[in-house]
């Protein structure tokens, strides 16, 4: 489907204020990419639902008519995920943007899907709480529901499954549903929002979340840790993590994205393989000893330099330049796309994976930062190279492909947080062997016609 009909114009008009549906070239361009390198198919209009009975017209209508609907949050996802593939309508929900309540007492807050993440901490802070998964991106709250998104903190917090505790759903044909409950525990039948939770729309839409807040930590140590040799780094990991020590962050730096880091934000940071952690605890005094025993651990794997108390000043601008990482390694690499490693593996079996990534990529003489949330396991490879350089980029292709096999051979996953998308289809078979059967079998039964963001975790 390339444009709507007039008759079909008018019909989808009608659903929403005239300002809320378009079919501008512009607005439809707009909505063919997201940060990854995956393009899309033009849809053939945009709508900017306000309410679950809009969203429930809206897809019941399109499915009677045969039309793809592609959800779509912030567009700051990295594999193609909110990318329609088969044209269609796209639905954004950046106007469906209101926190209907926060309520301390529960600490709980309810809300649309379009909030955006700083904006519900902005709020929750005024009750000294927060929503703690922290993908980097200021993405829509709908958007994590729909990836499952973790990022840095996951190690102590956990990722948006652990904070998802109702939901109202729209089903592909436009039944409304509600999943889960407000109190904090349940064994009460199929756990369906877990099973909406990670689905990347591809089986409704998530029009009303409520979400568990936690408070603020009262205080913060953060600490640079540096190592001559990746390797020492890598294995410290395994033992702090080993050792009992509750991190609230655990990060991998390598030294060539250190140097782009220091080169963009003047951190003068020492450019040698470093872990950057941060522990938040109840009283200075705790924190101290957990610096003493972190600090006897690393010296104890071949640390060269331990320091804690980093100024706060400093702590936000690592913290900011981390977040930012993506970015810096593509405004270093002009005229290039990012082709992103997303795998996970074993607290175990990481200091293994770290150096097999790392000699896939030197053995290509490829373009590659290897990094990551070594905390949980998480491993990065942001790789850069020309998509329209067939063979240059089937480079960065084969080496995605065996440090993905290489992590699921180890036990592991082909997206610790960024979802399946357009980018990982292609694994997941490999991963999930006869239980990728059964998903595509939920998938046909809730959605029969395919309609809802083909093209995403199935081909």
Aim: charged content about 20%; glycine content about 10%.
């Amino acid at each position: 489907m390339q444009e709507f009909t007039p008759e079909q114009i008018a019909l989808l008009s009608a659903f929403v204020e005239r300002d809320r549906f378009s079919v501008g070239q512009s607005n439809r361009e707009l909505h063919i990419h997201d940060i990854s390198p995956h393009y899309g198919t033009l849809p053939a209009g945009i709508i900017w639902p306000q309410s679950t009975a809009e969203v429930a017209n809206i897809l019941s209508w399109t499915y009677a008519q045969g039309i793809p609907v592609t959800p779509w949050g912030a567009g700051t996802s990295t594999e193609g995920n909110p990318v329609p593939t088969r044209g269609g309508l796209v639905m954004d929900f950046t106007q469906m943007n209101k926190i209907i309540a926060i309520r301390p007492q529960d600490l709980q807050a309810d809300v649309q899907p379009g909030v955006l993440r700083k904006e519900l901490n902005r709020r929750a802070g005024q009750h000294g709480l927060f929503f703690p998964p922290d993908p980097g991106a200021d993405a829509t709250i709908g958007g994590m529901i729909a990836n499952n998104a973790s990022g840095v903190q996951t190690i102590k917090y956990g990722a948006t499954k652990d904070y998802v505790m109702r939901m109202t759903v729209v089903l592909p044909q436009g039944k409304v549903i509600h999943t889960g409950c407000k109190a904090p525990k349940s064994s009460s039948g199929y756990d369906l929002t877990r099973l909406f939770v990670g689905s990347e729309g591809t089986l409704g839409v998530v029009t009303e979340a409520t979400l568990r807040l936690t408070g603020i930590p009262a205080h913060h140590l953060a600490a640079t840790i540096t190592f001559n040799e990746l390797a020492h780094a890598v294995n410290a990991v395994a033992v702090m993590m080993g050792s009992g020590l509750e991190a609230a962050a655990l990060e991998l730096l390598p030294p060539q994205l250190i140097r782009l880091m220091n080169r963009e934000k003047n951190l003068n940071l020492p450019e040698v393989p470093t872990l950057f952690c941060e522990f938040h605890g109840i009283s200075q005094a705790s924190l101290q000893e957990i610096a003493d025993l972190t600090r006897e651990l690393c010296v104890d794997c071949g640390a060269t330099g331990v320091r804690f108390g980093v100024e706060e000043g400093d702590r936000q601008g690592i913290w900011r330049a981390r977040h930012e990482a993506w970015e810096t390694i593509h405004r270093a690499h002009p005229g290039k796309e990012t082709l992103i490693v997303d795998a996970a593996v074993p607290i175990s079996q990481y200091p293994a994976m770290i150096v097999f990534a790392q000699e896939a990529v030197d053995a290509q003489n490829a373009i590659g930062y290897v990094f990551g949330h070594a905390g949980d396991g998480n491993l990065h490879v942001v790789m850069a190279g020309d998509p329209a350089d067939e063979k240059e980029w089937s480079v960065l292709e084969d080496i995605n492909h065996r440090i993905v096999t290489r992590a699921v051979e180890l036990g592991g996953t082909c997206t610790g947080e960024h979802g399946v998308g357009i980018g990982k289809r292609k694994f997941m078979e490999l991963e999930h062997g006869e239980s990728y059967q059964l998903m595509r079998a939920i998938k046909e039964l809730i959605d029969p016609q395919g309609l809802m963001n083909p093209g995403k975790i199935f081909f």
